[in-house]
């Protein structure tokens, strides 16, 4: 199994988008788990036609299985997460070993995350392979850059293990008509230029659809959700060959 993190500390930058579409586009081909620590539940609503029967929470208390449903099993979040964060924080290593655990079960993991540097963020970075950073191009979302990946680095420090391949940052609602959008975008390749994904999510409005249909963007009717699939799926395609994914 390869799990795939889905992490920023900013709020609204798209996370659960990228993990719904990430997890609708994984299970065509693979064996998917997803799992959703953010308490606000909004993964849970969206995929709720494949919630199975263990909730998020079980995975810090102790080392759990998942049944699979199928193609597509997510875990409900529910609002006893936010007890992971006053717990032990020995519940980081369980929900890292629940997940060891399944190795066999699933192909792929995708997590999301809630918009805290918290137990729970810890938690999927020390069961990740891979981290992908959903940014807004604005001016705090690239100066919490820093902060992003020294929390990765010190966590894996922490925890004496290597660290999970880095995706990039991935600007996730981007908006190309704005100019001050693309001259900001344009400022950030200068910058961190090695540093970002090699792609980008548009800003459509066939995302808030898909998050109320429970059905991803290529699935709905009209050419502007036939844009945003290609879009998407090119992203998830990329992330598919950088993760080394079997086919
Ligand atoms: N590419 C996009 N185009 C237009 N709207 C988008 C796009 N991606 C996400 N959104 C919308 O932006 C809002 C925030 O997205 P989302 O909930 O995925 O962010 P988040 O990072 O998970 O937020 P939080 O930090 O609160 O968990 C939602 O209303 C969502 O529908
Ligand atoms: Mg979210």
Redesign the pocket.
């Known amino acids: 199994m390869k799990t795939l993190v889905v992490m ?1 500390e900013k ?7 990228l993990v719904a579409h990430a997890s609708w586009y994984f299970a065509e081909r693979h064996r998917t788990l997803a799992i959703d620590l ?1 308490q ?1 539940a ?1 993964l849970t609503s969206t995929l709720g036609a494949q919630v199975g029967s263990v909730d998020s929470v079980a995975l810090f208390a102790q080392v759990t299985r998942v049944p699979s449903l199928g193609d597509l099993t997510v875990t409900r979040s529910t609002r006893d997460l936010l007890g992971v964060e006053s717990v032990d924080r020995a519940c980081i290593e369980t929900f890292r070993d629940s997940l060891g655990c399944m190795g066999d079960d699933y192909d792929a993991c995708v997590i999301d995350t ?2 805290a540097l918290s137990n729970r963020t810890f938690a999927a970075l020390l069961a990740a392979d891979a981290v992908l950073a ?1 940014i807004g191009i604005n001016d705090y979302s690239i100066q919490g850059v820093a902060e992003l990946l020294r929390a990765i680095k010190g966590v894996c420090s922490h925890y004496g293990r290597a660290e999970p391949q880095f995706l990039g940052l991935l600007p ?2 981007f908006d190309r008509k704005s100019r001050r959008e693309r001259e900001m975008f344009e400022d950030l390749a200068g910058q961190v230029g090695q540093l970002l994904f090699p792609g980008i ?5 066939s ?2 659809r898909a ?1 109320s249909e429970g059905a991803p963007v290529w699935r709905l009717k009209g050419a502007s959700a036939r844009q945003a699939g290609q879009e998407i799926r090119t992203v998830f395609g990329a992330v598919q060959t950088l993760m080394e994914f079997k086919p």
């Open positions: 920023n709020g609204g930058v798209g996370k659960t988008t953010d606000q909004n809630p918009p959903p996730s609602i999510v548009a800003k459509r409005d995302y808030a998050a």
